[in-house]
C-alpha cells in the first residue's frame, strides 16, 4: 500500500489566552470542521483539551475545580480554528469541569489521576482497527455493560480508509463523541493512520514528554505512559526505523529498564502472530515486529502485549521465546502456562508473555489461524482491561454483549504484600 501524505500543511499560529494567574496559549490550525472537546494526556496534575471550532468570532473557555483556587479562562478565535489547550498544575484526583460561551458552546469534564503512589487501579477501553461502521454498534455493546472508564486505548486503522480528517470525524469522533469528552484517549499509528500522517499527528497529542509517566520519547508515534498500576508503552513497526541502534529501541529499553509499575502492556498495530487478511511469516512489518519487538518485550517481563492489523480476535497462552515463523513454534517449548488464570511472580518476571490480536472493533475479514493462538473469534469487538496491584483482568465482549474471552495474569509478589 502506499504511504500517502496528503493536505496541505496550514501554519501553527499562537493565541495569547488570558488567564486570573498567567498568561496560557492555544495551538491554532485552519480547518473547515467542527469536532467535538476530547481529553489527550491526562495525568495526576496536567491535561490537554482538544477541539475544532468553526465561527465567526471570539469565545471563552474556563475550566475550574471545587479542590482548586484558580480558574483559568482561555479567550480564543473561533473563525475555523483546531484548538489544544494545555493545562499544567492541576490538583490530583479532582473533578474538573470546562465550559465554552460564546458562538459555539460546549461543556465537559475529566478526573485527573491521583498521585502516582496512591494511583493502584484503573480500567482501560481497548479498541483494534476501530474505523469502520461497526464501532458503533461494539461501543454500544461494551458501555451497556462496562463504563467509568479511566482511559481509551486504540490498536490503529482509526478511520477508514486513509485516516483523513473527514474519516476521523465521521468514523471515530462522532461515535465516540460523549465517552472522549471525559476520557483521554492514547493510539498506536496504522497503517492506514499513516496514509495521512499530518492529519493524525495534529488531531491527537501524546504525552511524549513523560508528562503521564515513563521515559520521554520526543515522538507522538512511539511513547509511553503510565494509568494507575499499569505501565503501557506504545510502539511504531510501520514508520520509525527499527533498528537496534535507532532512536526508537534505544529509548524502549531505557522505558523499561526504569518503569516500577506493577503490570506491562506493550502495543503496536501490525500483529507479530497472525494468518488471514495478513500473514506474520511474510509481511515485513510483522515478521519485524517478532523478531525485534518481542525478544525486548520478554527481556523485560512484560505481561500483555496487544496488537491488531487483521480484523479479527485471538490470543495465545503466555509464551516464551517464539520469535521464528509459524511452524517453527513448538507448544512443548514455547508455551509457559495454560489459562485463563496465569500467574507471574514478580515484576520482571520473564517467565511468559500472552499476546492479543485485536483488529474486530470497526469490520471482521475471518479468523485468524496461527498456531500460537488458542483462541479465535471472528466476532465484532473490544477488550475491557481492569488493573490493581494483585492482578490485571482481561475480556473481550462481542458486539451482541457476551463475555467471548476472559483471562486473568496475577503477580505472586502483589499478593503477598496487598493485605
Not at 212 to 230: A, D, H, L
Request: charged share 25%.
Amino acid at each position: 500500500m502506499p504511504r500517502l501524505f496528503p493536505l496541505i500543511l496550514t501554519g501553527l499560529l499562537l493565541i495569547s489566552c488570558k488567564s486570573e494567574n498567567k498568561p496560557y496559549y492555544v495551538d491554532r490550525y485552519a480547518t473547515p470542521i467542527n469536532r467535538s472537546p476530547y481529553i489527550q494526556s491526562l495525568s495526576h496534575n496536567s491535561a490537554k483539551i482538544l477541539w475544532q471550532n468553526k465561527g465567526e468570532s471570539e469565545s471563552l473557555l474556563t475550566v475550574w475545580s471545587e479542590n482548586d483556587p484558580s480558574t483559568r479562562h482561555f479567550y480564543f478565535d473561533s473563525r475555523k480554528n483546531d484548538f489544544n489547550i494545555s493545562l499544567s498544575d492541576l490538583i490530583p484526583n479532582s473533578k474538573y469541569f470546562y465550559k465554552s460561551t460564546g458562538e459555539r458552546e460546549f461543556k465537559g469534564f475529566f478526573h485527573t489521576r491521583k498521585a502516582p503512589e496512591q494511583d493502584e487501579s484503573c480500567k482501560i477501553l481497548v479498541l483494534g482497527d476501530s474505523g469502520s461502521d461497526g464501532l458503533r454498534s461494539v461501543y454500544k455493546s461494551i458501555s451497556t455493560k462496562f463504563n467509568n472508564f479511566d482511559s481509551i486505548l486504540l490498536l490503529g486503522d482509526n478511520a477508514y480508509t486513509v485516516g483523513s480528517e473527514d474519516q476521523y470525524n465521521r468514523l471515530f469522533f462522532s461515535p465516540l463523541r460523549k465517552i472522549l469528552s471525559s476520557t483521554p484517549v492514547y493510539s498506536v499509528l496504522g497503517n492506514h493512520d499513516a496514509a495521512s500522517m499530518l492529519t493524525y499527528t495534529r488531531l491527537f497529542a501524546f504525552p511524549k514528554h513523560g508528562e503521564c509517566g515513563g521515559v520521554p520519547s520526543k515522538s507522538e508515534i512511539y511513547y509511553s505512559y503510565n494509568n494507575g498500576p499499569v505501565h503501557i508503552v506504545v510502539l511504531d513497526a510501520f514508520a520509525t526505523n527499527m533498528s537496534k541502534q535507532g532512536k526508537m529501541i534505544k529509548w524502549l529499553r531505557k522505558d523499561l529498564l526504569e518503569n516500577d509499575k506493577a503490570w506491562t502492556i506493550a502495543c503496536w498495530h501490525h500483529t507479530p502472530y497472525g494468518k488471514g487478511g495478513h500473514n506474520s511469516d511474510a509481511e515485513e512489518e510483522l515478521v519485524k515486529s517478532r523478531k525485534i519487538f518481542n525478544p525486548i518485550l520478554e527481556e523485560y517481563g512484560v505481561d500483555l502485549v496487544l496488537n491488531g492489523h487483521i480484523h479479527s480476535y485471538a490470543r495465545t497462552e503466555m509464551i516464551h521465546g517464539h520469535f521464528g515463523e509459524s511452524k517453527s513454534y513448538d507448544r512443548d517449548k514455547h508455551m509457559k502456562q495454560t489459562g485463563p488464570h496465569y500467574l507471574k511472580y514478580n515484576q520482571k518476571d520473564k517467565n511468559g508473555t500472552v499476546y492479543v490480536l485485536l483488529g474486530c472493533s470497526g469490520k471482521i475479514d475471518g479468523k485468524s489461524k496461527h498456531p500460537a493462538h488458542i483462541r479465535q473469534k471472528n466476532q465484532l469487538g473490544g477488550i475491557v482491561v481492569d488493573a490493581d496491584l494483585n492482578s490485571l483482568d482481561i475480556k473481550f465482549i462481542n458486539n451482541q454483549k457476551s463475555i467471548a474471552d476472559h483471562f486473568t495474569i496475577s503477580k505472586a509478589n502483589s499478593l503477598m504484600f496487598s493485605n
